[in-house]
């Protein structure tokens, strides 16, 4: 349920006006004490101007807001379209937040989002824990859908995930049969599920090939070019001896291949290189990119439909979809 200005004027037993001047600040002539209860009441149910509530004939604003972390990296503007070619086709617009991988700027995004009364939120989350999203979406009767990452304990409506540990088995195992022992692993930002999964599926083919884990291997990234080029450089100036890197993302995997080359090191003779995303990219680079490629539009349009179902009220078959991305090999991996 919504909560209007009415409920909170009847809460606080003043006019809607009195509520009206306490949320814009113009609380001149307002007592203190009735100003302190309106604004506890206000903030006890979270109650938000509805932005857009003048004009609209119906609950609805024809609005779904997306919420993404990156908007620099090239797998999410490709998403992005996907779910707005889906959304306007049922005449709804997308309005975009991007992040910056801030929490605090996500709780921001949802809660302008709420405010503005949008009919539902897709969301790619940076925040790790239930505990961390502020906003019960059931309390507004606003559907999110999680698309991408998960956030533990989190009740959301649906979700809209890949495949991320069997991705990098599959990867991890690529780089194993051609013979590589000693595998770097370049890790996104350590909060992320997609992080963890990607982890746990080179673990995983390393166990099942027998081949120590060995931590030092493992070097943390931040899904951005620097940090690839910088686990390079780390592994590399600490005399850490390794054949292979599996990157947790194309952008990083680029800017592994831009430190190998830096330091002299022939891709694939010497080290083999693996990305993950298969962005437009990383076909382009020199020697063109092995990676895993995700469904991006088969990703973002299920989100949309997910969300459209959920706003409209129609049953939905699956509320967790998991996808597989598939193995595209390239030149940065020896044939
Ligand atoms: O490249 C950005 C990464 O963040 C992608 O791998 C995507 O899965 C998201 O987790």
Do not use: H, M, W
């Given at each position: 349920m919504s909560v209007t200005i009415e409920y909170i004027a009847r809460m606080a037993n003043v006019s809607k006006a009195t509520v009206s001047r306490v949320i814009n600040n113009k609380?001149?002539?307002?007592g203190k004490e009735t100003r302190a209860r309106v604004q506890r009441l206000i903030d006890e149910y979270g109650y938000k101007p509805?932005?857009?509530?003048?004009?609209?004939?119906?609950?609805?604003?024809?609005t779904i807001g997306l919420v993404i972390p990156?908007?620099?990296?090239p797998f999410f503007p490709a998403l992005i379209k996907a779910i707005e070619h889906c959304a306007s086709e049922r005449e709804y617009t997308v309005v975009l937040c991007n992040t910056d991988s801030s929490p605090e700027k996500e709780k921001q995004s949802i809660s302008t989002l709420i405010a503005n009364r949008v009919d539902g939120i897709i969301l790619a989350t940076v925040?790790?824990?239930?505990?961390?999203?502020?906003?019960?979406f059931a309390k507004y009767n606003i559907p999110c859908v999680l698309i991408d990452r998960r956030t533990k304990g989190f009740d959301y409506s649906a979700g809209v995930f890949v495949d991320n540990e069997y991705a990098f088995y599959i990867a991890a195992e690529l780089l194993i049969k051609h013979g590589n022992r000693r595998i770097a692993f370049i890790a996104g930002p350590s909060n992320l599920s997609t992080t963890q999964e990607r982890l746990a599926g080179y673990c995983s083919a390393l166990k099942q090939y027998a081949l120590h884990y060995d931590p030092a291997l493992v070097v943390q990234g931040n899904f951005q070019y620097e940090s690839g080029y910088a686990a390079v450089m780390r592994l590399h100036g600490h005399g850490i001896p390794f054949t292979a890197v599996l990157a947790s993302n194309d952008v990083m995997a680029i800017g592994a291949l831009k430190a190998l080359r830096d330091i002299g090191r022939?891709?694939?003779?010497e080290v083999e290189v693996v990305g993950f995303d298969?962005?437009?990219?990383s076909e382009m680079v020199d020697p063109p990119l092995t990676t895993l490629d995700q469904p991006l539009y088969e990703l973002g349009s299920k989100a949309a439909e997910a969300m459209l179902a959920l706003i409209e009220g129609r049953r939905l078959d699956d509320t967790n979809i998991r996808m597989e991305a598939k193995l595209v090999v390239r030149a940065s991996t020896r044939p």
């Open positions: 609380a001149q002539g307002v509805n932005l857009l509530a003048r004009g609209v004939a119906t609950s609805r604003t024809k990156d908007i620099t990296n925040l790790e824990e239930q505990r961390c999203i502020p906003y019960d022939a891709v694939p003779g298969n962005i437009q990219f």
